[in-house]
């Protein structure tokens, strides 16, 4: 039961007919691919409106799918082209955070579980991307097929908090009494923990587990059906799915999917408020507060009286059905008359999306009134929405819930590799193809090629100057009376970093 899952997953069955559909779109897809970096992400479709004015940054996605190359961390312009992509290996939450006042790339690596979480490793690179820390967790934990495991952090959530720790989300297999929701006493569900951790020295300093505080956070509170699941250690019921943590100002702020709620919690892990978005437990919901498998809670303007909450609202969980379309939703909650209040509704109702999980509400400028950026999770789709809530800027990379990104983001990132640029020559008709890219470099915007006898003389003479065209730049030398090439890259006038010499 428990199989590696790079898309079809996060425990909701497509249909047969939809799998084979999606297969043959996928298979259409179009895929870059490149002279000097053995990479093959998607192309991306990508609608900017006439007139408007997306707000700066990079998308940020780690794309997933099955028997297709281009599952890595990657990032790319607004024009389309690839900047960066990782390691071939299962991502999730690529995205830019601030550890020790710095900005830092950070993602979740390692392996996914058909129920939709997975056990691995958060990576955090620094602006030239070397790998600065490697957060992992080690405890003693169960998994469905009994592995022993290098790290349990679950993919989910990977956040870094004011005090330079991260919070991270875990998956344990346990066994527990489970005839309250119909299954068995002897059951095996799914427990939901959470983990703060150090990051200078990887050491656990907070810890928390759903299943502690069944007085205040029952099982009958789940709304995910045990269904034939809750038998065996592997097919475990999933009761929580724990989906994201923040650091607020008693505590912490936790989504639980499968209970359609968010719960704030004290620094002793006791539960203060739970806002559902069906009953809204202990709040009263206004109109178009409603939300239900929702991912990516965030506090903004957190206050003693009230707090705006951001989130992704997965609506529908079926992709099969016309639920009601997957929003983004902001709302105003008031913790002096306990009531939530609708503040925004991110959705275009003419074009609709369903996305049965994963996915995220990101507030781009730091206010609640800016334009907001979702990743619509299981649908490889991302948009832009402005102030006013129309779209203004999409991108697509596959069909929908055959290509997933769990999370997808927009960031501005300025980074320069500790690697240097990589060079290939080829013979053409025209005389010498010389292919220039640099994996990962966002502030270039110039190639020179120099040529010359010897491999030490190969930067004699400038031989051409090419503009940057994308993540690959061809340049075609006709009189190449030169033995040796090399590449430079430049911003401007400054000279970054030269490639090696190549022998043509
Ligand atoms: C356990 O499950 C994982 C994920 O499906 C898989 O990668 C691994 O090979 C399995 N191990 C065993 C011993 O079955
Ligand atoms: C991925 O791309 C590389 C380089 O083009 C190729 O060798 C490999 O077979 C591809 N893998 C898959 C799964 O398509
Ligand atoms: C995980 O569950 C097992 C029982 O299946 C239990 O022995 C173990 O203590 C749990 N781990 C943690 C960290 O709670
Ligand atoms: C399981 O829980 C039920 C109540 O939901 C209780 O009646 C029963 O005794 C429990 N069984 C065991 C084995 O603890
Ligand atoms: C947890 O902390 C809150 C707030 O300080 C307090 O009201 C509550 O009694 C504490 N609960 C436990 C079990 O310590
Ligand atoms: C939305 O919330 C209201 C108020 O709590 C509740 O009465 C209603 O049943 C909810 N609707 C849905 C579709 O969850
Ligand atoms: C609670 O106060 C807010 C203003 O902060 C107001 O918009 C809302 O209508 C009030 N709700 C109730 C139920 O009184
Ligand atoms: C290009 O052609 C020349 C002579 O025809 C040959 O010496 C050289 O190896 C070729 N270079 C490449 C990169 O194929
Ligand atoms: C050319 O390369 C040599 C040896 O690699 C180096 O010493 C020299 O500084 C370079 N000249 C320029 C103009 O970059
Ligand atoms: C190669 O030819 C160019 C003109 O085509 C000339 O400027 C350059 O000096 C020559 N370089 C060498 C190394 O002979």
Redesign the pocket.
């Known amino acids: 039961m428990a199989r590696l899952c790079r898309s079809f997953c996060f425990g909701f069955l497509l249909s047969a007919s939809l799998l084979l559909d999606q297969a043959l779109a996928a298979s259409n897809w179009p895929f870059w691919s490149y002279v000097t970096a053995p990479f093959e992400p998607p192309k991306l479709n990508i609608f900017t409106a006439a007139g408007s004015t997306p707000d700066p940054g990079y998308f940020f996605i780690g794309p997933r799918a099955d028997g297709v190359n281009g599952t890595a961390a990657m990032i790319f312009d607004q024009a389309g082209n690839l900047v960066y992509q990782g390691p071939d290996e299962v991502t999730a939450n690529v995205n830019v955070q601030t550890l020790f006042g710095k900005p830092v790339l950070t993602y979740w690596a390692g392996t996914m579980f058909s129920l939709g979480y997975g056990y691995g490793q958060v990576h955090i690179l620094d602006d030239t991307y070397k790998e600065i820390y490697t957060v992992s967790l080690q405890v003693p934990f169960v998994t469905p097929n009994g592995t022993t495991e290098a790290s349990y952090i679950d993919l989910h959530e990977s956040k870094i908090t004011d005090r330079n720790t991260m919070l991270v989300t875990a998956y344990n297999v346990t066994q527990a009494n489970l005839t309250a929701v119909g299954g068995p006493a002897d059951g095996w569900m799914l427990a939901a923990h959470f983990y703060e951790i150090d990051i200078a020295t990887n050491q656990v300093v907070f810890s928390w587990s759903a299943l502690d505080h069944q007085d205040q956070i029952p099982l009958t509170m789940s709304h995910q059906a045990i269904g034939t699941t809750g038998q065996s250690q592997s097919d475990p019921w999933d009761a929580y799915h724990i989906n994201s943590i923040e650091a607020v100002e008693d505590g912490y702020l936790v989504s639980l999917r499968h209970l359609w709620s968010g719960f704030y919690l004290y620094k002793n892990g006791t539960v203060k408020w739970q806002l559902s978005g069906d009953t809204g437990a202990d709040f009263d919901l206004g109109p178009g507060c409603n939300f239900s498998w929702q991912h990516h809670m965030r506090v903004h303007n957190e206050q003693s009286d009230g707090l705006t909450l951001s989130l992704f609202n997965n609506a529908g969980a079926n992709p099969d059905a016309q639920q009601p379309p997957t929003t983004g939703l902001v709302l105003n909650v008031d913790l002096a008359n306990m009531s939530v209040t609708n503040f925004r509704t991110l959705v275009d109702y003419g074009d609709p999306i369903y996305s049965s999980s994963q996915g995220d509400t990101q507030l781009l400028d730091g206010t609640t009134t800016g334009h907001v950026f979702m990743g619509y999770g299981a649908n490889p789709v991302l948009r832009e929405y402005d102030s006013n809530g129309y779209v203004i800027q999409s991108a697509t990379w596959g069909p929908n819930n055959a290509f997933a990104s769990y999370r997808g983001f927009k960031y501005e990132w300025h980074a320069t590799p500790f690697w240097d640029p990589a060079v290939v020559v080829t013979n053409s008709s025209d005389g010498v193809d010389v292919y220039m890219s640099w994996n990962g470099a966002t502030d270039y915007d110039t190639w020179d090629v120099y040529?010359?006898?010897t491999q030490t003389r190969a930067n004699?003479?400038l031989l051409t100057t090419v503009p940057r065209n994308g993540f690959e730049t061809k340049a075609t030398l006709t009189?190449q009376?030169?033995s040796y090439v090399q590449a430079v890259a430049r911003s401007g006038n400054n000279v970054l970093r030269a490639s090696a010499a190549i022998p043509l």
Do not use: Y
């Open positions: 040529g010359g006898p004699a003479s009189a009376n030169v």
